[in-house]
């Protein structure tokens, strides 16, 4: 199946700083890349579509400012959580979809990123 | 817009015993159903599918799930589990806007 590379796989911060997160698309083109979010023994919370070459689309409540999603290429899409915050710690998994394929295919995940700012 | 509900947030059974993880939705439109299985501090792995065609679908590692339209119902069903199956499963539902909603997930633990 198609590979979806995320990295770094876990990072530490310190409070105020950036920390930016990709998401690869190893061997598919994907227009449309998702960002998730996952508290602990929660279910994935839907930040924001990601689509190449024009502007993120954020879930009511999820700060674009704070949340900086770039879709830069086919295979890219970057998240940048700014000025981090403890309250920010949490698991991030992206996922893309194959191009011009609709909703009827499955979304292929990374792995997630781990962030802790302390 | 769709959504997806998951009834049980856990659901414990023994090894080799049957399982059923119930997954029911809403949605205006048509649409696509998947259950994902995610190991801790993993990304989310495919069980298995429904597009359209046979409303009862097989997947991987011994996992099939069936389709009601009528009950609105994609429940996950696995007739012996093993230890290896203990993890969180998620249900999720995608329609042709491109976006998926997932359940709050069901905690499966598969006791010795």
């Known amino acids: 199946g198609a590979v979806v590379s995320q990295h770094p796989s876990r990072v530490i911060c310190k409070s105020g700083t950036s920390v930016k997160i990709e998401c690869r698309s190893l061997?598919?083109?994907?227009?449309?890349m998702f960002w998730y979010r996952q508290f602990p023994k929660q279910s994935l919370m839907l930040m924001a579509t990601?689509?190449?070459?024009?502007?993120?689309?954020?879930e009511q409540g999820v700060e674009k400012d704070k949340f900086l999603i770039n879709h830069a290429s086919l295979t890219l899409s970057t998240l940048t959580v700014t000025s981090a915050h403890p309250e920010d710690s949490s698991f991030y998994i992206c996922?893309?979809?194959?191009?011009?394929?609709?909703?009827?295919?499955?979304?292929?995940f990374g792995q997630g990123t781990r962030l802790t700012v302390v | 817009a769709q959504s997806v509900t998951q009834l049980d947030s856990q659901v414990p059974v023994f090894e080799e015993a049957p399982v059923e993880l119930r997954c029911n939705y809403s949605?205006?439109?048509?649409?696509?159903l998947f259950w994902y299985v995610q190991y801790p501090n993993q990304g989310l792995q495919l069980l298995l599918k429904?597009?359209?065609?046979?409303?009862l679908v097989k997947g991987i590692n011994g996992f099939e799930a069936e389709f009601n339209k009528s009950q609105t119902s994609f429940h996950l069903r696995k007739p012996s589990v093993h230890i290896s199956d203990t993890a969180e499963y998620f249900c999720?539902?995608?329609?042709?806007?491109?976006?998926?909603?997932f359940g709050a997930g069901t905690r499966l633990t598969v006791k010795p």
């Open positions: 429904y597009l359209s065609g046979s409303t």
């Open positions: 949605s205006s439109v048509s649409v696509y």
């Open positions: 990601s689509n190449e070459g024009s502007k993120a689309t954020y």
């Open positions: 996922s893309a979809r194959r191009a011009s394929t609709g909703g009827n295919t499955e979304a292929f």
């Open positions: 061997d598919f083109q994907a227009t449309t």
């Open positions: 999720a539902v995608g329609s042709n806007n491109n976006d998926m909603r």
